[in-house]
């Protein structure tokens, strides 16, 4: 277990512990350090991680032990033997490895409720793809530190037919809410399934003009090939592929060309493979969808989505199965990484019924293993990909997704290497989200007391 105590005291002073007080002896030699432990769960400020091996993600090694100084919900150091400042949480991780939190590039988060399970299972940052305009309220309070959750980034959800956010059936309205959606303060665009190819490049055009960059589907009018030419920066399925590039087919000797396509735009792809597997479970299947509301993790879903869950006749009715399609998204999400296109791991939880927030991530990441995808990659794509992808679209953003100096104290402390077997990320020590310190035992109570408070 890791140890923490605050270190206040002068060096080369001895104090005498009674049943309320602390012995601490330390002195200059800071190998000679003995620290006894302190039963800190909750804290910010400056903190130190002593003796930690960090997980490089970029190189998919380990470096260390070393020690991590956080203040000002950054990292400020990285080194051996690190000096302590007056006053800093000391957190001793002897066999520790910490590595950068997970992020979740497609969630369609709603409640209030649905930001701790994220932060829980070591997800610090999401991107939320088109809900209610009160995700905006969520994300400044998180960002002001009055709520406790990932980072937030939000979409505005834009199509040419519908009832929900922006609809555009003409050019002059396509400008008009890209105008809105700036002055708003969302941070993307996303575009939907239909909107027509001249609107669409009307809104490319605009939101070029107004710098707000724009991600979402294949729209299919004018397909992904032409959209990713024309700046849209990030695909939000795998899945969208098989509709507005191949066709509706799973033809591979097309693959080697979206390849070049994609990889040519510079465009991003979030797969959301975990998403396609909880709709396969369900697909046809009233059953398999009441399986997946019976597992152990729904206790920690707010019972708003539980009942949309129950009352929806998505995907239970359909006919036939999904098999084909899976296996083909594996094919070319293979393909797309080996030829360079950089991926990002998403679960578009929790609109799908049975889709959990924060622990679909878990299944993801598993997901993108299956494709043939090392463990070593799969976890920069679950951080640092998702750290370049929005210093490449978004400005004046403290970087993050690598431990580095200078980049946001999003960190994952865990009890076993991750680049061993992923399932590790389940064995956490603790969560550091902007720099506030959860330990695993502070957030299993957090935990359990969202799941009492759905009762």
């Given at each position: 277990?890791c140890?923490?105590?605050?270190?206040l005291?002068?060096?080369?002073m001895?104090?005498l512990?009674?049943?309320?007080?602390?012995?601490?002896?330390?002195?200059?030699d800071?190998?000679?350090?003995?620290?006894?432990?302190?039963?800190?769960?909750?804290?910010?400020?400056?903190?130190?991680?002593r003796?930690?091996?960090?997980?490089d993600?970029?190189?998919?090694?380990?470096?260390?032990?070393?020690?991590?100084?956080?203040?000002?919900?950054?990292?400020?150091?990285i080194?051996?033997d690190l000096?302590?400042?007056s006053g800093?949480?000391?957190i001793?991780c002897?066999e520790?490895?910490l590595?950068?939190?997970?992020?979740d590039?497609?969630?369609?988060?709603?409640?209030?409720?649905?930001?701790?399970?994220?932060?829980?299972?070591?997800?610090?940052?999401?991107?939320?793809m088109g809900?209610?305009s009160?995700?905006?309220?969520?994300?400044?309070?998180?960002?002001?530190?009055?709520?406790?959750?990932?980072?937030?980034?939000a979409?505005?959800f834009?199509?040419?037919?519908?009832?929900r956010?922006?609809?555009?059936?003409?050019?002059?309205?396509?400008?008009?809410?890209?105008?809105?959606?700036?002055?708003q303060?969302?941070?993307?665009?996303?575009?939907?399934?239909?909107?027509?190819t001249d609107?669409?490049?009307?809104?490319m055009?605009?939101?070029?003009?107004?710098?707000?960059?724009?991600?979402?589907?294949g729209?299919?009018?004018?397909?992904?090939?032409?959209?990713?030419?024309?700046?849209?920066?990030?695909?939000a399925h795998?899945?969208?592929?098989?509709?507005?590039y191949?066709?509706?087919?799973?033809?591979?000797?097309?693959?080697?060309?979206a390849v070049?396509?994609?990889?040519?735009?510079?465009?991003y792809?979030?797969?959301?493979?975990?998403?396609?597997?909880?709709?396969?479970?369900?697909?046809?299947?009233?059953?398999?969808?009441?399986?997946?509301?019976?597992?152990?993790?729904?206790q920690?879903?707010?019972?708003?989505?539980?009942?949309?869950?129950?009352?929806?006749?998505?995907?239970?009715?359909?006919?036939?199965?999904?098999?084909?399609?899976?296996?083909?998204?594996?094919?070319?999400?293979?393909a797309?990484?080996?030829?360079g296109?950089?991926?990002?791991?998403?679960?578009?939880?929790?609109?799908?019924p049975?889709?959990i927030?924060?622990?679909?991530?878990?299944?993801?990441?598993a997901?993108?293993?299956?494709?043939?995808i090392?463990?070593?990659?799969?976890?920069?794509i679950?951080?640092?990909?998702a750290?370049?992808?929005?210093a490449?679209?978004?400005?004046?953003?403290?970087?993050?997704?690598?431990?580095?100096?200078?980049?946001r104290?999003?960190?994952?402390l865990l009890?076993?290497n991750?680049?061993i077997?992923?399932?590790?990320?389940?064995n956490?020590?603790?969560?550091?989200?902007?720099?506030?310190?959860?330990?695993?035992?502070?957030?299993?109570?957090?935990?359990?007391?969202?799941?009492?408070?759905?009762?």
């Open positions: 277990m140890t923490i105590q605050n270190q005291l002068p060096k080369k001895m104090l512990l009674t049943a309320l007080f602390l012995f601490e002896t330390t002195c200059s800071k190998e000679s350090e003995s620290f006894a432990a302190i039963s800190v769960r909750d804290t910010t400020g400056t903190i130190v991680f003796n930690v091996q960090i997980v993600v970029e190189q998919g090694t380990l470096e260390g032990p070393v020690d991590v100084l956080i203040d000002s919900q950054k990292i400020m150091a080194g051996a000096e302590a400042p800093a949480v000391v001793d002897s520790k490895y590595m950068p939190g997970l992020a590039m497609h969630t369609h988060v709603n409640y209030e409720n649905d930001l701790l399970p994220y932060v829980a299972n070591g997800v610090t940052t999401i991107l939320n809900s209610p009160n995700i905006l309220s969520m994300r400044d309070q998180v960002n002001s530190g009055g709520l406790l959750g990932p980072t937030i980034y979409g505005a834009v199509d040419g037919t519908g009832n956010g922006w609809i555009v059936q003409t050019t002059g309205a396509a400008r008009s809410a890209v105008g809105d959606i700036k002055e303060g969302w941070d993307f665009i996303k575009v939907y399934n239909s909107i027509q609107v669409f490049l009307a809104l055009d605009e939101a070029q003009i107004k710098n707000i960059p724009v991600i979402g589907h729209v299919r009018a004018p397909g992904i090939k032409r959209i990713i030419q024309e700046g849209q920066s990030m695909i795998a899945e969208e592929y098989i509709y507005a191949f066709n509706y087919s799973n033809d591979a000797s097309k693959i080697p060309d070049n396509d994609t990889k040519t735009s510079g465009a792809v979030t797969t959301t493979l975990s998403a396609y597997r909880v709709i396969m479970k369900q697909w046809g299947k009233p059953s398999g969808r009441d399986a997946l509301l019976a597992v152990d993790e729904i920690y879903v707010d019972p708003r989505w539980i009942t949309s869950w129950q009352n929806s006749g998505a995907y239970i009715y359909n006919q036939g199965n999904l098999d084909d399609n899976y296996h083909f998204q594996q094919q070319f999400v293979k797309f990484h080996d030829g296109i950089p991926l990002l791991a998403g679960t578009d939880s929790p609109t799908i049975g889709g927030p924060g622990f679909m991530i878990h299944d993801d990441l997901e993108l293993e299956k494709c043939g090392s463990r070593k990659d799969v976890l920069k679950a951080t640092m990909n750290g370049n992808f929005i490449k679209t978004k400005q004046d953003e403290m970087p993050f997704g690598k431990i580095q100096t200078g980049y104290a999003d960190l994952l009890n076993q991750p680049l077997d992923l399932k590790h990320l389940k956490r020590a603790g969560v550091m989200v902007r720099g506030h310190w959860l330990s695993e035992e502070e957030l299993s109570i957090r935990m359990t007391e969202l799941a009492a408070n759905f009762k």
